[in-house]
């Protein structure tokens, strides 16, 4: 059976800046190159990031980005007052 798909499910978006953030786990069968488990878990990467995040939760993922987000914010604007 041919299987023109990801060998992964994946979602990326972008933020503000442009960089992409994905999201990966396996199939639902647990095949896949992602340490996301289906239903459970994904793996994040952040473009620019050395290495994505493994194995977290729906909850660990929001607070992770959130974080992320929120501490780029303040990066962005401390650098702006610095000027």
Do not use: C, F
């Amino acid at each position: 059976m041919s299987n023109d798909r990801l060998p992964h499910n994946q979602i990326v978006l972008s933020l503000e800046d442009g960089r992409e953030v994905s999201l990966i786990q396996k199939q639902t069968d647990g095949t896949g190159n992602a340490s996301g488990t289906y239903g459970k878990t994904v793996e994040i990467w952040i473009e620019g990031q050395p290495e994505p995040v493994h194995h977290v939760n729906l909850t660990e993922a929001m607070v992770y980005l959130n974080a992320y987000v929120e501490q780029r914010w303040k990066w962005e604007l401390n650098k702006k007052e610095n000027k």
